[in-house]
């Protein structure tokens, strides 16, 4: 026998009823040719290349009132002085109907009608390297979770793709068929590892705890579809002991699993948690290495031309689960960023003997930047700014074809 509905659920059911009818009417009011509305990681508040976008909006079209969608449970997290909405709220229905300018990496919760005249710029979060789109329909345990129906109405609502590389470029074009138009000009977030100077480090370095003169190394894996939870595939306190002191870790879980890696930091303060860091692009200017495995990181750490390794103890289990483009471990130049490890002995090895900083690997990083980081140059978030407001142009170049 079904269960009776509880007050609870009926009141939730009426106000979601009551959200709707006003969106409805909200429809026909006209657009506010001054609204822009941006999103980023499904509501978790100001990051990435919304976030750059954002930002170089307000310098350049100050006219332009940027308006923010996040969760409730993001609301702390929230900049002061940053206009924000609530997901699934009244004025968060009001600002979607009326916005001329949506701009997410990801999706705007709880579907929407997008209206003539409202324009739509999907920025994406990353460099695919795993599967996308429609391209997982061939691994049954992610086909199983996707609407690919959704997906394609989704993308049938972008109006601009933005995209980092000729890589990425091909397979949105693949994974993401649509009518939109493809923006060639280079992922905003990543500006800042050309704009940023000595003293602007100095101080991100001196904020996370780093010591003069330590060799900071960030350990930033992605997630896995067939693992629950945050479970590394090193012992950060391990490898900072054989490093020894002159080493400090910087340990980031991947966003999917909250904010803690459970990183102890016992080992005199040089293991150091910063999961809930709320800039990952400031963790990278403070490291000078990165150790990473599959993650879209290693594509944007790249633009700082530092040491990249890549420990890879499950690289069979991730390529059968979840599929990939190219293999990363192959150490063709332009496939691979640096060393690569599947031990825990072969990554303190790699360090110890300057594996990590040797010719071999740095010619390995430059292959890797002239196939994934052509476009980064420090002026991204002018061009997509520019062309997705209606700017006029600066003389910055351009990459693929020219608007």
Known sequence: MPSRPTRASVKRFVRRQAMRAAYRTDLHRPLDPNLAVYGAYWNRGVACNPAAIHAKARELAPNIRGLWVV??????????????????????????????????????????????????LQTHHGTPLKTMGLDQRAYPALARKADFAKILAHVGQWDFSLSANPHTTEVWDRVYPGPYERLDLGYPRNDV???????????????????????????????????EGFLPDLDPERLARELGPEYVLLVRAHYFYGRSAGAAGTVDGRVLDVTAHPRVEELCLAADALITDYSSLTFDYACLDRPVVVHAPDWAAYRGARGTYFDLLSGRPGDTPGPVTTTSDELVEAFRTGEWRSPASAALRTAFRERFCPYDDGHAAERVVRRFFGLPHSGLPYFGTPH
């Open 71 to 120: 969760s409730s449970r993001y609301r702390d997290g929230m900049p002061a002085g940053v206009p924000y909405v609530i997901e699934g709220s009244r004025p968060y229905w009001r600002a979607m109907a009326t916005a001329t300018y949506l701009v997410n990496n990801s999706s705007f919760p709880g579907g929407f009608t997008k209206r003539p005249g409202q324009r739509y």
């Open 193 to 227: 590892y050309f704009t940023a100077t000595a003293e602007d480090i100095a101080k991100i370095r001196a904020g996370l705890g780093i010591a003069e003169g330590q060799t900071a190394l960030l350990y930033a894996p992605t997630h896995r579809d067939y693992r």
